[in-house]
């Protein structure tokens, strides 16, 4: 059926690729580089509806992405101040954020591809993996991945675009709402049940 | 050592405090309660001692964008075609050419320099004027210096985060930096007034396609647009100055250090932290 063994074994990668999870592989690159394939292949797939797309977003997002460990670190300080109620509920509210906010600027996948540079260990469970998203006819975007590794489960804890981190950015923005909202972590919240309910 | 520091902090708290006074009363955020410890260390994070006339300003910027800018850009982006959008965006960052090359001398990065001097010098020749991005295609790719960030390898301060009008965000730092430039930039001087009439609102209509949809998105995901924009500010700058590599100072989301101690220097240290 095969002409040669490689094509054998790359029919199986891509096998692979398709149906395994993303978390699980041999190390955080080869991870990083499948979630990527896996990603555009899915996400850019031909007429899927827009609920289709957002419901496979999602679930790559919770398949590669230490979801609960980000929301944690984007409260910051207020972390420690917050209730155990709160707790719970802004996670809750963070993860339905997160998918609205990204799913749109993951629209357009099409023609493009991603390339792991290199990786560089940042502590004895953390990876940083340098990639790179390639567009035809335009300067590519560096994508750098903090990735949190136990054996061969992998989880995304950040991702930096041309040396802008996501977690970074949201814990400023959070800082900044609590602080007009008086130092407490419920109007945060309710700013954020507002905005996933309004759009 | 020691003393320096606690020099360095008075001097920077009284310059702060005058320029305080300089403004508006109402241009000054109240420092919170000393015994609100998170407030405070919120606040001091921040870096942000006039963010109710950073606010304002933001407001006032954002209104000239809607009034001009903004409907400018829309017929730029949609009227004329992409490549030709192309032709004008590499002519114009072509004229920062020798801008850069200064910058990239006054750093001791004597092999970017060297770089950016090839690529003016294809650019402006074969690249007609610096209309192609020959250099680019012959994998010489565009890097981008300012004395903001020469001010930065410097090791001097960036100071309170400022948004100035037309300019936009800045501080004391990218502020000098943007007044160095334009000083230093031949085409300043060399070129006749209709050139230099033409090329600012050139470059503000150039830079504003740039980031059209990221700008749209923003405003649509944020919660607080000017916490965003200023949060992405300084993180570019920071990226920026350690030409574009990967830093790990930063804490970590998912470690035990997860949560961010507040520094004694606050962002500042962070900033000015030597980077490769």
Redesign the interface.
Known sequence: MYRSPTSALSAFVLLLLVYASPAVAANPEIFIKGLGDKAIASLNEQGISQDERIKRFQSLLNDAF?LP??A??TL??????ATDAEKTEFVEVFEKFVI??YS??FQDLSGKKLTVTQS?E??A??T?V?SEILIPGK?SI?I?W?V?SKDTQH?I??V?V????M???Q??????????TG?KVGG?IK??RR?TAS? | MKVVRAFRIRVRGTIASAACIAFLAAGCATPPPADDREAVAAFNEANDPYEPFNRAMLDFNLALDKAILKPVTYVYREGVPDPLQTNVHNFLSNLRGPIVFANDLLQGEFERAGTTLLRFAMNSTIGLLGINDFAAEASIPEHEEDFGQTLATWNVEEGPYLVLPIFGPSNPRDGIGLLADSLMDPFTWLTPFEFRAARTPGQAIDRRAQAYDQINDLEKNSLDFYAVIRSLYRQKRRSEIRNGAPSSSKPIPGGLSGLPTPKPEGQQSKATSPGK
């Open positions: 230490d460990q980000i944690r670190f910051g300080r207020y972390w420690r101040v609205q906010t749109a600027r560089r940042v502590s469970t953390q940083l340098l300067p560096k750098n903090r949190h989880k804890v950040d930096m041309q040396g802008i981190s977690s970074v950015t814990r400023d923005e959070f800082a900044a709402v609590i602080r007009q130092g945060l700013a954020l905005k759009n």
